[in-house]
């Protein structure tokens, strides 16, 4: 058997701040939340954020939580912000354990989930400020410009992953995944010449396609945050 270790890969997964499960709202809200895109979220691995939960010290209440999320093809992998019995718990219902919420991964409330990056290094003071990609970014493709832009001049196919800590140029089309602001900074933006993506996000915050409004798809486009929110603007 050979095991193979992989250091310093990037990896997209949500984070679901667990509220009271025993109140209704919590899996409609949940259920809402999958609806709007059932293929973005379908066997989407998350974290469970247990920040300030009372609860949670029983195996039993992760496997029935565990449950309540195959009902949505959302596959938990581990919980976050967890006191010692808590993870004692997780552990014994098979999850994993993350270190508290860093300042690119960002959890929000009750049942919604946002992509986030986990734990990349911090950025290297003497790493490029900025990467550029002079080739088409093929299907597959994931690329990571850690403490800077990153700037495409061709497309990005669909299948592909772009990040960067900082603000995205893509002079071609946008169709994989952009997400900006890898570690939190609330400043970064993307900017396409033509916008299709499958998902945009900027410091954790996203909108995937089936929330991009029609009148900026295939237009040229510059996507930042405004109170709190993705917007899109004409470019």
Do not use: C, W
Not at 22 to 31: G, I
Not at 85 to 101: I, K, V, W
Not at 205 to 210: K, N
Not at 212 to 232: F, K, N, S, T, Y
């Amino acid at each position: 058997m050979t095991i193979n270790l992989v250091q310093g890969a990037l990896f997209t997964v949500m984070v679901i701040r667990v509220g009271d499960t025993a109140d209704p709202d919590f899996e409609r809200a949940l259920e809402e939340q999958v609806a709007r895109s059932p293929q973005f979220f379908a066997n989407a691995p998350v974290v469970l954020d247990l920040k300030g939960h009372l609860g949670f010290h029983r195996s039993a209440d992760f496997v029935e939580l565990r449950k309540m999320l195959r009902r949505f093809a959302l596959m938990p992998v581990g919980v976050q912000n967890a006191d010692s019995d808590q993870q004692r718990a997780a552990f014994e219902a098979g999850l994993g354990a993350f270190a508290g919420t860093p300042s690119n991964r960002r959890s929000v409330q009750a049942a919604t989930a946002e992509p986030a990056a986990t734990a990349p290094r911090p950025a290297d003071p003497t790493a490029a400020k900025s990467m550029l990609i002079t080739e088409p970014v093929r299907s597959g493709t994931q690329l990571y410009a850690r403490g800077g832009d990153l700037i495409i001049l061709r497309s990005v196919s669909a299948g592909a992953e772009i990040i960067a800590d900082g603000n995205i140029h893509v002079y071609g089309t946008l169709r994989g995944r952009a997400i900006a602001g890898a570690m939190g900074d609330a400043a970064s933006r993307i900017f396409v010449d033509r916008l299709e993506a499958e998902l945009v996000s900027i410091a954790g915050r996203y909108l995937v396609s089936d929330s991009i409004p029609p009148e900026h798809v295939g237009q040229r486009a510059q996507i930042m945050l405004q109170e709190q929110r993705v917007v899109i603007l004409r470019s």
